[in-house]
């Protein structure tokens, strides 16, 4: 699955607001089909980075090429066609409607209807609903949801909804998927199933992910490599192993490095 071709490239990229560096020439490579760990502490720039990458911010210096191409001059509107899924750490859920209808939400950026076709009822629109239908109960068959479809999402554990929430962002065919904090709020056992999921999502759908994590333990459990951020800078980059006996790594997050 993983090939020396780069999926993601991140080319010296800031990000200033104001006076404020968030982000200070940060640089380094996805190959496809990888998992990478993305660690720091708040404020580090993690978020910034997953913003700039999703096109929620602008960069004031570098570039970012996906699958060979820049993409900071494409809309956010774009980003789900182009390849690129998110999930959120503050889940993006509408808690009133159903679990299937909350997955099929993330397919709609692949359909192509548009008002006029749904207005005028057209015969292929009830034929991509129907496909979209069909897909969205793969993707709940693959996360172990689909006995939840048609129950509100609101009324069911946070676990489960920290899974649709993987779901939804599954449904757009993302050839990169960036998980923000997918273990926030998770029990044990709900983390080993993660370290699965996310596992089985590279290995099943061929997805390469960027993963931002407070939890240690998976982070080096799941990823290849692991880039750690600091004030804005990238302060290592290797696989699991390096990073966890890296001086400054274990000094400023590990907290068992020596002065």
């Given at each position: ?16 607001f104001g006076g404020?560096?968030a982000l200070d ?235």
């Amino acid at each position: 699955m993983l090939t020396a071709d780069p999926l993601l490239n991140v080319q010296d990229v800031s990000v200033h607001f104001g006076g404020i560096v968030a982000l200070d020439g940060v640089s380094f490579d996805i190959p496809r089909g990888q998992i990478v760990g993305l660690i720091g502490p708040n404020g580090a720039g993690k978020t910034t980075l997953f913003n700039c990458i999703s096109r929620l911010y602008n960069v004031n210096k570098g570039d970012i090429l996906f699958n060979g191409k820049s993409i900071l001059k494409s809309p956010v509107y774009k980003m789900s066609s182009l390849g690129v899924g998110r999930t959120f750490q503050n889940l993006a859920l509408f808690a009133n409607l159903t679990v299937l209808d909350n997955v099929m939400i993330g397919g709609h950026s692949t359909c192509k209807a548009d008002y006029l076709s749904n207005a005028l009822h057209l015969p292929w629109i009830k034929r991509e609903e129907k496909e979209l239908r069909a897909r969205s109960m793969d993707v709940l068959r693959f996360m172990g949801l689909e006995q939840t479809a048609l129950q509100r999402i609101g009324d069911l554990p946070f676990g489960v909804q920290k899974r649709l929430e993987i779901a939804r962002a599954l449904l757009s065919k993302p050839k990169l998927l960036l998980m923000d904090e997918p273990a926030g709020g998770l029990n044990h056992n709900e983390l080993s199933e993660l370290v699965a999921t996310i596992r089985r999502i590279r290995d099943e759908f061929g997805t390469t992910v960027l993963l931002v994590e407070h939890h240690m333990g998976l982070v080096m459990e799941v990823s290849e490599k692991v880039v750690a951020l600091s004030f804005g800078r990238k302060l290592a980059e290797g696989s699991p192993k390096t990073i966890q006996e890296h001086p400054d790594v274990i000094e400023a997050y590990l907290g068992t490095g020596k002065k």
